[in-house]
């Protein structure tokens, strides 16, 4: 990623983790620590669909094909509202060169890596047909590990990404949930580090929709 493009993301990344802190300091000035649960853990599976590493002319791409996405998330209560959090997902996609007339055609296998920390920012249970639901706002940053390999042609590259995330918590004992979430890892692929080549890449979106069982303990 070149420095401007980091240096933006960084900074997208920095204004959504300020807004939550603020939310943070707010809400311990407002109540004590719950007692007891102050950790959750949630492993989860879901669908990953990403955006294009290149958007060229006359409709020619280059990007992942969606695929499942597999992860668990780690989070730490400072307030009862307020957590900070830790991620790690994987996923394997074929790397699809999208051509006008042929479509999409699979020049390689890619294996990702998603890593990240930062805040969640829960909002007041709601209650929805009888059932309690916690929505809840998430916004951290991290890497993509990217491993493509095809043939002889085998490139690894760490990617910087930031990301933010909404979903809800639905109860379902006084230690388990359903958590359902949309995450969206926003970075570039930095073809440089890849390949060597100075070739420019464009940001992209990539969103996990993903559902997961929640322990607290």
């Known amino acids: 990623m070149r420095p401007r493009s980091f240096a933006l993301a960084t900074l997208c990344t920095a204004v959504a983790l300020a807004t939550l802190t603020t939310a943070a ?11 007891g649960k102050a950790f959750d853990v949630t492993p989860y599976v879901g669908y990953m669909v990403f955006g294009d590493y290149i958007s060229g002319p006359f409709g020619t791409s280059l990007g ?3 695929a499942p996405v597999y992860g668990a998330q780690l989070g730490m209560h400072l307030t009862p509202s307020v957590s ?4 790690l997902a994987t996923t394997s996609s074929d790397v699809k060169a999208g051509i006008p007339l042929l ?5 390689a296998q890619s ?3 998603m890593y990240d920390g930062g805040l969640q920012l ?3 249970v709601t209650t929805i047909a009888g059932t309690a639901m916690r929505p809840f706002l998430q916004a951290g940053a991290g890497a993509i590990r990217y491993d493509i390999t095809q043939s002889l042609l085998s490139v690894k590259a760490t990617n910087f990404a930031g990301n933010v995330g909404v979903g809800a918590d639905v109860t379902l004992g006084n230690d388990v949930g359903l ?3 949309v995450k969206d890892y926003v970075g570039k692929f930095d073809f440089k580090e890849a390949t060597l080549l100075d070739f420019e890449g464009k940001t992209a979106n990539n969103f996990a929709f993903s559902a997961g069982v929640r322990f607290s303990f």
């Not at 000035?29 to 719950?34: D, H, N, T, W």
């Not at 479509?103 to 020049?107: A, E, I």
Request: charged share 15%; hydrophobic share 45%.
């Open 25 to 35: 300091h707010a809400q311990s000035r407002a109540k004590p620590l719950p007692a």
């Open 64 to 66: 992942n094909a969606p």
């Open 84 to 87: 900070i959090i830790a991620n």
């Open 103 to 107: 479509g999409g055609l699979s020049v």
């Open 111 to 113: 294996r990702m890596v």
């Open 122 to 124: 829960d909002i007041p």
């Open 179 to 181: 958590r359902l979430m």
